[in-house]
């Protein structure tokens, strides 16, 4: 038998144990329809004019939730929602070339959805009215949760909600913009800077009065950046301040976990990040445990080979035909598809370092398909950790909660900035 015969056996083998596995879309729960017995009842989200069979939304992710990631997920997950990785508003503004390729979504995709970043109003209007222009879309989320340095420092991501006023500005001109539309806004907060300088429940009340159809806490302070464990009780509390959906966000790392997140504090939603990195059937373990199915999907290995190479495939395509720059794309997604499988550092490194399809899929052809995992690592938290961090501001920014004249001239002089990437 030629090598070419046997590969395409083994993808088909393949193909056929992910059937068994369940690793396959997810029927959506029907709103009113029973649920098993001892099960956890959910209901469809419903954000403004959008409704979600499913409550679950996959978070944007730099680098990361391109559509190729989205669509893997979503043929996984079924009738949730999946974030397109943030646009900055002033790189929309200046006609960037990467800020419009973030705009792509596939024609697979059921909802269109993406997280717009900005600190000035009149720019975050602009960007809005920008992507109605150019793009099908169906939702729009305000990053205000971001706690890297680069973006905190200029007074953006979670470090604005402190500033009260700026807060409202920009979620009263992302909705101005979406007047006369059947488009869902939603706000991405944290708790806070820290812990003692805590800002979700009024910048929730905010969002809502400004028209926001629904608030996504990730349930951790700025300081904690991804560190340490969200704060699910703050969920909670702000699910009863606020009269729209609260959707929660933090250490959703299995079915059971989304289950317990929305038993404890009552939220309308969850939302999943870094979970979901190399394991987009997470989304489909995630609609079991909805339907009130113990669901713990560990594939073996040839079943994660197939979704890299499916996925390698479609990174191809967004990367208009380049399969080097979509190699170098992927290479974070290796390290974490293979997490927890001993395939060998050799192998292992030579698959991170591969720049072709050609390569890459001869690399995985030469894998064990029936190794399975350590267990525990594959369904164990993941990506970025760590701990309490300094959190970097502009000068004086706790203050006030109010934008002064000097730092409003100095923060929209900043904002040019963020025209590339």
């Known amino acids: 038998m030629s090598q070419p015969e046997k590969s395409e056996l083994r993808k088909e083998r393949n193909r056929q144990t992910l059937l068994k596995a369940k690793i396959v879309p997810s029927s959506c729960p029907q709103e009113g329809a029973p649920s098993p017995e001892g099960a956890f009842s959910v209901k469809p989200l419903h954000l403004g004019p959008l409704t979600l069979e499913t409550p679950m939304l996959l978070s944007p992710m730099a680098g990361v939730t391109n559509w190729p990631f989205r669509v893997l997920c979503q043929r996984f997950g ?45 720019a975050v209007y602009l960007a809005a009215k920008i992507v109605l222009d150019r793009v099908k879309v169906d939702h729009i989320g305000l990053n205000f949760g971001c706690p890297v340095p680069k973006i905190t420092r200029r007074g953006g991501g979670s470090a604005l909600p402190w500033k009260y006023d700026l807060f409202a500005k920009v979620v009263g001109a992302a909705k101005k913009a979406c007047e006369g539309s059947q488009i869902a806004l939603t706000a991405k907060i944290r708790i806070g800077i820290d812990e003692d300088h805590k800002t979700y429940l ?30 699910w009780g703050t969920i909670g509390e702000l699910k009863r301040s606020l ?34 990195q190399g394991r987009p059937w997470l ?22 080979v197939s979704c890299i190479e499916e996925h390698f495939s479609m990174m191809v395509k967004f990367m208009d035909g ?22 060998g550092g050799e192998a292992r490194s030579a698959i991170m370092q591969s ?26 938290t993941r990506g970025r950790s760590g701990f ?16 002064t004249e000097k730092e409003e001239e100095e923060l929209f002089g900043l904002d040019v900035l963020d025209a590339s990437y």
């Not at 959707?247 to 979970?275: H, K, L, P, Y």
């Not at 309490?388 to 934008?403: E, I, T």
């Open 78 to 122: 079924g009738g949730g929602m999946y974030v397109a990785e943030m646009i900055t508003s002033r790189a929309l503004i200046a006609g960037n070339e990467k800020a419009f390729q973030l705009l792509s979504f596939s024609p697979e995709e059921r909802i269109h959805s993406l997280q717009l970043y900005g600190v000035n109003p009149k």
């Open 202 to 231: 009024e910048a929730g009340k905010i969002a809502e009065q400004e028209g926001a159809d629904g608030v996504i806490l990730h349930a951790r302070t700025c300081a904690q950046y991804y560190g340490g464990h969200s704060q």
């Open 243 to 276: 009269s729209i959906p609260v959707i929660g966000n933090g250490d959703i790392f299995s079915g059971q976990d989304a289950v317990d997140m929305m038993r404890e504090t009552g939220c309308d939603a969850v939302a999943v990040g870094r979970g979901s």
């Open 283 to 304: 989304f489909s373990d995630i609609s079991a445990a909805f339907r009130g199915e113990k669901q713990v999907t560990v594939p073996l290995l040839g079943e994660v």
């Open 322 to 343: 380049n399969e080097e720059r979509a190699a170098r794309a992927m290479r974070s997604h290796f390290g974490w598809y293979l997490r927890g499988y001993p395939i």
């Open 355 to 380: 720049s072709s399809r050609e390569e890459l899929f001869s690399l995985l052809d030469g894998l064990d398909p029936d190794l399975g995992p350590n267990e525990e690592t594959v369904t164990s």
């Open 388 to 403: 309490q961090k300094k959190v970097h501001l502009p000068y004086g920014w706790l203050d006030s909660h109010n934008l």
